[in-house]
């Protein structure tokens, strides 16, 4: 029988890795530009990481973890999002230490059981940002800057940014209080999971999917927290939402925003566009640092995913396209030119010209037809009478043109035509 792959996963073949490829490359060099540096973390840690770290309330850690024993009998999870692992780095490398804030970025694979839908895997793929060490505004307002604009770079239209504060250790309390003695005399009208945020972390009540629970809220009057804030979170609020205005981020308040963790503390954000929900978000968390075992540090951060991106550009009409093409291919006319030929290809590849051949006995007409498959830009043809004047035949695929060189010139030749055409293709 055929072994197939795991329901929820997917194979990314030659012709769409290539736009996983391009997007990722945004992601660093937008990243980059604002002086930040790349981490890799485990995709497996300790359970506890994510209990502690992302929260047992949420849906992620109590329905969605892959979670197993080694077989050293230890608990351990695929890491169901980035920001626990990150933290955990920065504690356990004690980066706090270097007497500046860390500005991290990340790009890999996550694992969720969920149910797979469109654009929806178990294993599925994020890039995301982890500031560690500041706490001002100023730096929440990067932030969003740049998750917004890794997405408008990536070709995503429309964009704009869902902007709440969910307040903090002083405020929230104040919050739960007022919730917990609204809705308990109406806690058996809710669901069973907000019944359970009643206790737990009753702010969440406005994420719930279910109607019901938000006429509730509505009825006895529940107030958002964005209206409840303490003075020092609306005051950072409001900073925060002036850097954003100077930076021409288009943002809206939406006071029911309260993201699905327990670790955000004052800003959260979503990206969003018309006709989509979350297409990235993320909030501060100044919380969490400490949660997971180092020194209160401030943090902040936001994650997105691929799929998730290259299928709104692509419902949007939109794609990353970036065609998979080789500088030259050699062509073998006769058996006696095969050792030149391998010759030829390291020579290329050793000046960092991107080469290939045919390597299943092909006859010539079907070693160009293959050349024009591989996207190649050259044909170096090789055969007898190449190899008794010591000069190979280069065709230009492009325009047709052809022209004995020198063996000992080729690279130089290939090199300076496709590094012009580089050129001339930037300013065209
Ligand atoms: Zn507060
Ligand atoms: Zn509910």
Redesign the pocket.
Known sequence: MEIQRPRGTADLLPGTVEAWQVLERIVRDTLATANYQEIRTPVFEHTELFERGVGDTTDIVSKEMYTFEDRGGRSVTLRPEGTAGVVRAYVENKLYGQGSISKLYYIGPMFRYEKPQKGRFRQFHQYGVEVLGSEGPAIDAEVIHLNLTVLQRIGLKNLQVELNSVGCSVCRPRHKAQMVALLTPRRDE??K??QERLEKNPLR?FD?K?EH?HTVLKEVGAPYITDVLCEDCSEHFQSVQAYLTAMSVPFVVQKDLVRGLDYYTRTAWEVTSPGFTTIAGGGRYNGLVEQVGGPATAGIGFGGGIERALWVLAEQGGSLTDAHTIDAFVAVADTSAERTAMAVLATLRGRGISADRDYQGRGMKSQFKLADRMNAKFVVILGEAELASGKATVKDLATGQQEEVPFAELASLIEERVKGAAVGGHEA
Do not use: G, H, Y
């Open positions: 809710l669901c999971e907000c009540i719930c279910n629970c």
